[in-house]
């Protein structure tokens, strides 16, 4: 057999790996999974999911509301709503001292509602002792919620008075805000 081109074989050994790994790229492209065909819309407008509202504003409202607390308000809400957001007024709450209840909140605002002072409720008033306390004078403590104080009765009924107000936190799940506010009208009696 003629040779055409000195030192063929050895240009074949060259070339034929490279050969096979571009015809094995272009058998792996062609067996690839088709691409997903295009979403288009079958119902009506209604069935596309809103857009999610903006982020608006993040509220702190502590005192004498039923659940203080942070509350995410959209843009351009009062004060009202903030209160509203908390559970409305607690009981003990100072009604003539009330911030501006027709004020727009900014991000990041605190939002102060004073209680009566001398009141049960108030933080210069008298300490109120967990383990004697009724169920409406635990729902009024800053920091409980009406179910809370439920559970302190439950508890107490269960397994007698409660032994350190750290067990509002462990054993009833108090978050810390309710906790320190609870805590400094609350005693262990």
Same mark, same amino acid.
């Given at each position: 057999?003629?040779?055409?081109?000195?030192?063929?074989?050895?240009?074949?050994?060259?070339?034929?790996?490279?050969?096979?790994?571009?015809?094995?790229?272009g058998?792996?492209?062609?067996?690839?999974?088709?691409?997903?065909?295009?979403?288009?819309?079958?119902?009506? *407008?209604? +069935? #596309? /999911?809103?857009?999610? %509202?903006?982020?608006?504003?993040? @509220?702190?409202v502590?005192? $004498?509301?039923?659940? &203080?607390?942070?509350?995410?308000?959209?843009?351009?809400?009062?004060?009202?709503?903030?209160?509203?957001?908390?559970?409305?007024?607690a009981?003990?709450?100072?009604?003539?001292?009330?911030?501006?209840?027709?004020?727009?909140?900014?991000?990041?605002?605190?939002?102060?509602?004073?209680?009566?002072?001398?009141?049960?409720?108030?933080?210069?008033?008298?300490?109120?002792?967990?383990?004697?306390?009724?169920?409406?004078? *635990?729902? +009024? #403590? /800053?920091?409980?919620? %009406?179910?809370?104080?439920?559970? @302190?009765?439950?508890?107490? $009924?269960?397994?007698? &008075?409660?032994?350190?107000?750290?067990?509002?936190?462990?054993?009833?799940?108090?978050?810390?805000?309710?906790?320190?506010?609870?805590?400094?009208?609350?005693?262990?009696?």
């Open positions: 057999m003629p040779t055409l081109i000195p030192g063929w074989r050895r240009l074949l050994i060259l070339l034929v790996p490279p050969l096979l790994a571009l015809v094995a790229l058998v792996a492209y062609a067996l690839r999974a088709p691409d997903p065909a295009p979403i288009t819309a079958v119902g009506a *407008l209604s +069935a #596309v /999911p809103a857009l999610p %509202p903006p982020a608006g504003l993040l @509220v702190d502590s005192g $004498a509301v039923a659940r &203080p607390g942070l509350y995410r308000l959209q843009r351009g809400e009062r004060v009202y709503a903030a209160i509203a957001a908390a559970g409305g007024l009981t003990g709450a100072d009604t003539t001292k009330l911030p501006n209840l027709a004020g727009l909140l900014k991000d990041g605002e605190q939002v102060k509602v004073p209680f009566v002072k001398g009141s049960a409720t108030g933080l210069a008033a008298g300490k109120v002792d967990i383990n004697s306390a009724t169920l409406d004078e *635990l729902a +009024a #403590v /800053p920091g409980f919620t %009406p179910q809370l104080a439920q559970d @302190v009765v439950d508890y107490r $009924a269960r397994y007698g &008075p409660v032994a350190v107000l750290t067990d509002l936190q462990t054993v009833l799940g108090m978050d810390k805000y309710s906790y320190d506010l609870a805590k400094k009208v609350l005693v262990v009696g």
